[in-house]
């Protein structure tokens, strides 16, 4: 058993009080890469920002769940040696879907864990994850539950469509279960094909814009719950220079649409104090890459292009912090 002290993060605790005091949003950026996981320490340090670094069930099969805690101390030692004094850095399982998984994560160090019983009827979302938050809460470990259904892959499950969460359920979901953070769905999606065009209109120049975010479910979620973290998933804004760039060097990604950046600034500033990010890193990395070997055809030294890669990850990591979050210089 590995207490999350020794590895040097924090639980979400502090974190998300503070942002939702203030009014940004922690990013919970995911990773499974080292090239990713440098990006983002580096982004952090020069921004000053907190962050929750995030693992799904797959990132944790894919690293190999023994090398985390070990990687994860690491990079808290890599962010002090590049400037940070006290680094505030959480480790949080992304999409947990047993206790098991939980407990294990727990037991290798996580400060934090999402269990996610969207799916479930609501009596047994509410038993699973009083379950987790019981195991969790001896830890000092905090955890994240999830009302309503986001469209897209969650890990483990696929959903075409959103149904938003109800209000009437957050009160009796969070005093049954005592998780500490809610995640919930007001018409984000997982992915990079977030919106079909149909769903979408066109502005002025032909480009297309999506549906605005369902503010009204937010601020009627945060009339009930007054003071308490709310959670957005996927929100990659899918930056369309990158979806140029992929498609320009032979990729085929079709009407990929993101959240607009002012819609996540406009919720980071109500309740919402941890916002979700995984796939605008995704696309940053494999356009810079299409875009290296389309024109350096003979390079195969991997530490050439996974730096371009990584610096061009970085520099979309501080903008999102600093100009959409508003995460910078809060540690
Ligand atoms: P994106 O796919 O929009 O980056 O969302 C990531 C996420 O919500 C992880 O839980």
């Given at each position: 058993m590995i207490n999350y002290n020794e590895l040097g993060v924090v639980n979400t605790k502090q974190m998300l009080s503070r942002a939702l005091k203030e009014r940004y949003a922690v990013p919970g950026f995911n990773f499974c890469?080292?090239?990713?996981?440098?990006?983002?320490?580096?982004?952090?340090?020069?921004?000053?920002?907190?962050?929750?670094?995030?693992?799904?069930?797959?990132?944790r099969e894919y690293i190999g769940p023994k090398l985390i805690p070990n990687i994860v101390k690491g990079l808290v030692e890599y962010a002090k040696d590049l400037g940070l004094e006290k680094p505030q850095i959480a480790l949080h399982l992304d999409h947990g879907d047993?206790?098991?998984?939980?407990?294990?994560?727990?037991?290798?160090?996580?400060?934090?864990?999402?269990?996610?019983?969207?799916?479930?009827?609501f009596e047994e979302?509410?038993?699973?994850?009083?379950?987790?938050?019981?195991?969790?809460?001896?830890?000092?470990?905090?955890?994240?539950?999830?009302?309503?259904?986001?469209?897209?892959?969650?890990?483990?499950?696929?959903?075409?469509?959103?149904?938003?969460t109800e209000p009437e359920d957050v009160i009796?979901?969070?005093?049954h279960t005592g998780c500490d953070s809610l995640a919930i769905s007001i018409g984000t999606a997982h992915g990079s094909y977030k919106f079909t065009a149909e769903q979408c209109e066109k502005d002025e120049r032909g480009v297309l814009v999506p549906p605005p975010l369902a503010f009204n479910v937010l601020e009627e979620i945060e009339r009930k719950l007054s003071?308490?973290?709310?959670?957005?998933?996927?929100?990659?804004?899918?930056?369309?220079?990158?979806?140029?760039?992929?498609?320009?060097?032979?990729?085929?990604?079709?009407?990929?649409i993101g959240i607009p950046e002012s819609q996540l600034a406009k919720a980071a500033k109500q309740a919402v104090?941890?916002?979700?990010?995984?796939?605008?890193?995704?696309?940053?990395m494999t356009a810079s890459i299409r875009k290296f070997f389309a024109e350096i055809p003979y390079e195969y030294?991997?530490?050439?292009?996974?730096?371009?890669?990584?610096?061009?990850?970085?520099?979309?990591?501080?903008?999102?912090?600093?100009?959409?979050?508003?995460?910078?210089?809060?540690?």
């Amino acid at each position: 058993m590995i207490n999350y002290n020794e590895l040097g993060v924090v639980n979400t605790k502090q974190m998300l009080s503070r942002a939702l005091k203030e009014r940004y949003a922690v990013p919970g950026f995911n990773f499974c890469h080292l090239e990713q996981v440098q990006a983002i320490i580096q982004a952090i340090v020069e921004t000053k920002s907190p962050v929750i670094l995030q693992i799904l069930k797959s990132d944790r099969e894919y690293i190999g769940p023994k090398l985390i805690p070990n990687i994860v101390k690491g990079l808290v030692e890599y962010a002090k040696d590049l400037g940070l004094e006290k680094p505030q850095i959480a480790l949080h399982l992304d999409h947990g879907d047993t206790l098991e998984l939980c407990k294990n994560c727990i037991d290798d160090g996580f400060s934090s864990v999402m269990i996610d019983g969207s799916h479930l009827p609501f009596e047994e979302n509410i038993k699973l994850t009083k379950s987790v938050v019981d195991y969790a809460h001896k830890f000092n470990v905090t955890v994240e539950g999830e009302l309503g259904v986001i469209a897209g892959a969650e890990g483990y499950k696929y959903s075409k469509i959103s149904t938003y969460t109800e209000p009437e359920d957050v009160i009796n979901f969070v005093s049954h279960t005592g998780c500490d953070s809610l995640a919930i769905s007001i018409g984000t999606a997982h992915g990079s094909y977030k919106f079909t065009a149909e769903q979408c209109e066109k502005d002025e120049r032909g480009v297309l814009v999506p549906p605005p975010l369902a503010f009204n479910v937010l601020e009627e979620i945060e009339r009930k719950l007054s003071d308490f973290p709310i959670v957005l998933h996927g929100s990659s804004t899918v930056p369309q220079d990158k979806v140029k760039t992929i498609n320009l060097y032979g990729g085929k990604l079709k009407d990929a649409i993101g959240i607009p950046e002012s819609q996540l600034a406009k919720a980071a500033k109500q309740a919402v104090c941890k916002i979700n990010i995984d796939s605008d890193s995704r696309l940053t990395m494999t356009a810079s890459i299409r875009k290296f070997f389309a024109e350096i055809p003979y390079e195969y030294d991997p530490r050439i292009y996974l730096a371009i890669a990584r610096d061009d990850m970085k520099e979309v990591y501080k903008h999102l912090i600093s100009n959409v979050l508003g995460s910078a210089n809060k540690l």
